[in-house]
């Protein structure tokens, strides 16, 4: 006989902050706050966009902050642009004229 548990969606749903990952959330928040305290009430609405902007992309991919966090710490490893080190590793003759 095989043994089974149950499954509880409950327990395996991302944990959201009013329906946006919470990093998404934190930044808008920390954005709202930052303009309110400058006295820069014209630009609070930019804010709530960044929080709509995070909620309409958690419904998308639950996991996209922490996707899109690694993909920032990577920066360094997929740079476009060339450094001179690359051009010292091309063997003569390779991409030159």
Request: hydrophobic share 45%; no cysteine; proline share 9%.
């Given at each position: 006989?095989?043994r089974s548990s149950t499954f509880h969606p409950s ?18 928040a920390f954005l709202g706050s930052f303009f309110f ?5 014209l630009a609070l609405p930019v804010a709530l966009i ?48």
């Amino acid at each position: 006989m095989r043994r089974s548990s149950t499954f509880h969606p409950s327990l395996h749903r991302p944990k959201l902050v009013m329906g946006a990952d919470p990093m998404a959330f934190y930044g808008a928040a920390f954005l709202g706050s930052f303009f309110f305290a400058s006295k820069a009430y014209l630009a609070l609405p930019v804010a709530l966009i960044a929080f709509v902007i995070g909620r309409w992309m958690t419904k998308k991919d639950p996991n996209f902050m922490t996707i899109f966090m690694r993909y920032l710490d990577e920066k360094d490893a997929y740079s476009p642009l060339p450094t001179p080190t690359d051009w010292a590793r091309r063997p003569i003759g390779w991409g030159r004229g």
